[in-house]
């Protein structure tokens, strides 16, 4: 159970100057960034191209992330328990390199399944220094503005589609596809230093408390080690709370980051060519940035799991424009509510997972909760096979859509379990 409350009442008045605590989301930024890029964004440009090049279809790049993702959700679950034991610093650092590493690869292989098992070497590199780590690490700082913090951590999700697709695009087109991944990867590997030399695993090893709170030299009952609580899987599974979390997520993300994957050759099968299709992967990320720091910093404020339960019915109503975007307008729209809808997805979910079950127990509870994410893989099926079978994503979209209605419905119902009653109270 979290002595947060506990820890804050014993607390001095804040530091003088930035609080600790924001360097290490800073860092998280370009974790999350540099793992959604290489994941997502880059192969809004270097799809097609691969396609072409290697005689590939996109059903054949499709099943890169539903293999790479089932071996990444198992390998997060592996890093929730080193975590406790490590701290998310060396994780961060080591991640980079093995991201960097795989994308290089990437680019450089013409058989189906090297590409395949460089990509499970880069989701999993990215589960390391992204998602659950970077999350444990933001939140064993912060409790208060938690919301905030994380929406700024996460938002490097989505700025990393205001500039990935774009570099990548004109990369491919400067230096070609093979040095293209090249330069990218190395952009990655430059994280790995920066993690190791900034990110401190908790404010308590470095005097402080979370929210930028200094710990009180006559307080000498005040730990210096932030307490971790391990909940037992066994206790979990019996949590109501559990299950519509897990649920609701991996549901709503599988339409979110399957539609976010090949964003851009939707826009090209509607007629645009290659850069007016980046522009418009770029807006709808500029949209998704501003969501994922709107929607966490407003849960500060509102319960999240009824704000949560707006943003699904947003991705939702943003996804019906999807599904009958033609001309200008609609896809304007379109870009501006699924963009903004969908950049609460990630930023949202590590914040309710710690409302519901607290910042000691958030690294072992969010491990088996990522779990959930691996419905993603259905997302991505759905997707390959509407276009391969109709000829366009519309069939996938409809289903979406139900999906993110449901989700809403259940997110709304979910309370804050025992392990987080203390934190929930404040």
């Given at each position: 159970?979290?002595?947060?409350?506990?820890l804050?009442?014993?607390?001095?008045a804040?530091?003088?100057?930035?609080y600790?605590?924001w360097?290490?989301?800073g860092i998280?930024?370009?974790?999350?960034?540099?793992a959604a890029g290489s994941?997502f964004?880059?192969?809004?440009?270097?799809?097609?191209?691969?396609?072409?090049?290697?005689?590939?279809?996109?059903?054949?790049?499709?099943l890169?992330?539903?293999?790479?993702?089932?071996?990444?959700?198992?390998?997060?679950?592996?890093?929730?328990t080193?975590?406790?034991?490590?701290g998310?610093?060396?994780?961060?650092?080591?991640g980079a390199?093995?991201?960097a590493?795989?994308?290089?690869?990437?680019g450089?292989?013409?058989?189906l399944w090297?590409?395949?098992?460089?990509?499970?070497l880069l989701?999993?590199?990215?589960?390391a220094m992204?998602?659950l780590?970077?999350n444990?690490?933001?939140?064993?700082?912060f409790?208060?503005?938690?919301?905030?913090a994380?929406g700024?951590?996460?938002?490097?999700?989505?700025?990393?589609?205001v500039i990935?697709?774009?570099?990548?695009?004109n990369l491919?087109n400067t230096?070609g596809?093979?040095?293209?991944f090249v330069?990218?990867?190395?952009?990655?590997?430059?994280?790995?230093p920066?993690?190791?030399l900034?990110?401190?695993?908790?404010?308590?090893?470095?005097?402080?408390?979370?929210?930028?709170?200094?710990?009180?030299?006559?307080?000498?009952?005040?730990?210096?080690?932030?307490?971790q609580s391990?909940?037992?899987?066994?206790?979990?599974?019996?949590?109501a709370?559990?299950?519509?979390?897990?649920?609701?997520y991996?549901?709503?993300?599988?339409?979110v980051f399957?539609?976010?994957?090949?964003l851009?050759?939707?826009?090209?099968?509607?007629?645009?060519?290659g850069?007016?299709?980046?522009i418009?992967?770029?807006l709808?990320?500029?949209?998704?940035?501003?969501?994922?720091?709107?929607w966490?910093?407003l849960?500060?404020?509102?319960p999240?799991?009824?704000?949560?339960?707006?943003?699904f019915?947003?991705v939702g109503?943003g996804q019906i424009?999807g599904?009958?975007?033609s001309?200008?307008?609609?896809?304007?729209?379109f870009?501006v509510?699924?963009?903004?809808?969908?950049?609460?997805?990630m930023?949202?979910?590590?914040?309710?997972?710690?409302?519901?079950?607290?910042r000691?127990?958030f690294?072992s509870?969010f491990?088996?909760?990522?779990?959930?994410?691996?419905?993603?893989?259905?997302?991505?099926?759905?997707?390959?096979?509407s276009?391969?079978?109709?000829?366009?994503?519309d069939a996938?979209?409809?289903?979406?859509?139900?999906?993110d209605?449901?989700?809403?419905?259940t997110?709304?119902?979910v309370?804050?379990?025992?392990?987080?009653?203390?934190e929930?109270?404040?």
């Amino acid at each position: 159970m979290s002595n947060d409350v506990g820890l804050q009442d014993s607390a001095a008045a804040p530091q003088a100057g930035v609080y600790y605590g924001w360097y290490v989301v800073g860092i998280a930024f370009l974790a999350n960034f540099a793992a959604a890029g290489s994941q997502f964004y880059a192969f809004n440009a270097f799809m097609l191209p691969l396609c072409e090049l290697r005689g590939w279809t996109r059903v054949d790049i499709n099943l890169a992330p539903i293999i790479g993702f089932i071996c990444g959700l198992l390998g997060q679950y592996s890093y929730g328990t080193i975590i406790s034991i490590t701290g998310p610093r060396r994780l961060m650092a080591m991640g980079a390199l093995v991201s960097a590493a795989a994308f290089i690869t990437l680019g450089q292989t013409d058989e189906l399944w090297l590409f395949y098992l460089a990509y499970i070497l880069l989701i999993m590199g990215n589960a390391a220094m992204a998602s659950l780590v970077a999350n444990t690490a933001v939140s064993n700082w912060f409790v208060r503005l938690r919301g905030r913090a994380m929406g700024m951590a996460t938002s490097g999700l989505t700025m990393s589609g205001v500039i990935l697709p774009f570099a990548a695009y004109n990369l491919l087109n400067t230096v070609g596809l093979s040095w293209a991944f090249v330069i990218i990867g190395l952009g990655i590997a430059c994280l790995a230093p920066l993690a190791w030399l900034v990110v401190r695993d908790s404010p308590e090893s470095c005097g402080l408390l979370p929210d930028g709170q200094a710990v009180s030299p006559q307080d000498k009952q005040c730990p210096q080690i932030m307490p971790q609580s391990q909940v037992p899987p066994s206790q979990l599974v019996r949590s109501a709370s559990f299950w519509k979390v897990g649920l609701a997520y991996g549901l709503a993300s599988a339409g979110v980051f399957a539609v976010v994957f090949q964003l851009g050759p939707r826009f090209q099968d509607l007629g645009m060519d290659g850069d007016t299709a980046m522009i418009m992967v770029a807006l709808t990320s500029v949209a998704g940035t501003f969501g994922k720091f709107t929607w966490g910093t407003l849960c500060d404020r509102i319960p999240p799991n009824r704000l949560t339960a707006v943003m699904f019915s947003i991705v939702g109503l943003g996804q019906i424009l999807g599904l009958v975007a033609s001309g200008p307008i609609t896809v304007g729209f379109f870009i501006v509510i699924f963009g903004f809808g969908m950049g609460g997805i990630m930023s949202t979910f590590p914040i309710i997972s710690a409302w519901c079950f607290g910042r000691a127990a958030f690294a072992s509870v969010f491990r088996l909760l990522a779990l959930f994410l691996g419905l993603q893989a259905v997302g991505y099926l759905l997707m390959g096979g509407s276009f391969n079978l109709t000829g366009s994503y519309d069939a996938a979209y409809m289903i979406f859509i139900f999906v993110d209605m449901a989700a809403a419905a259940t997110i709304v119902t979910v309370k804050p379990s025992v392990w987080a009653q203390p934190e929930a109270s404040k």
